[in-house]
Nanobody
């Protein structure tokens, strides 16, 4: 079983930055693909980006490309989402998730952290 705990959300003005963290339990974190997702009120959950187990490969949704950066520290069992140039439309609950089998299926999810961007 893997437990994921996000932190770092909050209220920020448009154009500002936030860094989210996601700490994972378990000794095999370094083998997992990790993803970030978000869900705005009244909308479906949206893929934000993912990072390979080594951290060498990242992939982002077009909506955040060039503004968001995912990184990880396997020694700390932590994955990060650096969010820059934030826009009001980035307001959502942000979730990290783990894909332990590297097959595109995220089996483990955190509880989410709220990000609110004011205009």
């Amino acid at each position: 079983q893997v437990q994921l705990v996000e932190s770092g959300g909050g209220l920020v003005q448009a154009g500002g930055s936030l860094r989210l963290s996601c700490v994972a339990s378990g000794r095999t974190f370094s083998r997992y693909v990790m993803g970030w997702f978000r869900q705005a009120p009244g909308k479906e959950r949206e893929f934000v980006g993912r990072i390979s187990w080594s951290g060498s490969i990242t992939y982002y949704a077009d909506s955040v490309k060039g503004r968001f950066t995912i990184s990880r520290d396997n020694a700390k069992n932590t994955v990060y989402l650096q969010m820059d140039s934030l826009k009001p439309e980035d307001t959502a609950v942000y979730y990290c998730a783990a894909d332990p089998n590297v097959n595109g299926k995220y089996n483990y999810w955190g509880q989410g952290t709220q990000v609110t961007v004011s205009s």
